[in-house]
């Protein structure tokens, strides 16, 4: 699977962004698609994740209640919707398929995207 993410930018604090992932090549219903987040100076860490029918999602702490993730399997297309977001969240952000199930250790991605950067003023 190829991914291809985007809709990254420059926002204040308290503002939104939705960010996009759009998958080509194999069957796009058979991946968990997962976000992760990597600020400078710092190791990627997760973010969220879809199970391959949109049921099952999962969120890490720091972005609980502000972070939704979707997908729109017809589209190929997963969405991470960032609401109240803070100066902290300011990372290059990646989307990643894994096939079947579900996770959220980056080791167990295998396909990843190229990154779409995302700045937060305060």
């Known amino acids: 699977v190829q991914l291809q993410a985007s809709g990254g930018g420059l926002v204040q604090a308290g503002g939104s962004l939705r960010l996009s992932c759009a998958a080509s090549?194999?069957?796009?219903?058979?991946?968990?698609v997962g976000w992760f987040r990597q600020a400078p100076g710092k190791e990627r860490e997760f973010v969220a994740v879809i199970s391959r029918s949109g049921v099952t999602t999962y969120y890490s702490d720091s972005v609980k209640g502000r972070f939704t993730i979707s997908r729109v399997n017809a589209k190929n297309t997963v969405y991470l919707q960032m609401n109240s977001l803070k100066p902290e969240d300011t990372a290059v952000y990646y989307c990643?398929?894994?096939?079947?199930?579900?996770?959220?250790?980056?080791?167990?991605?295998?396909?990843w995207g190229q990154g779409t950067l995302v700045t937060v003023s305060s």
């Open positions: 990643a398929t894994k096939y079947f199930t579900t996770a959220t250790k980056e080791t167990e991605f295998g396909s």
């Open positions: 090549g194999r069957t796009f219903s058979n991946y968990a």
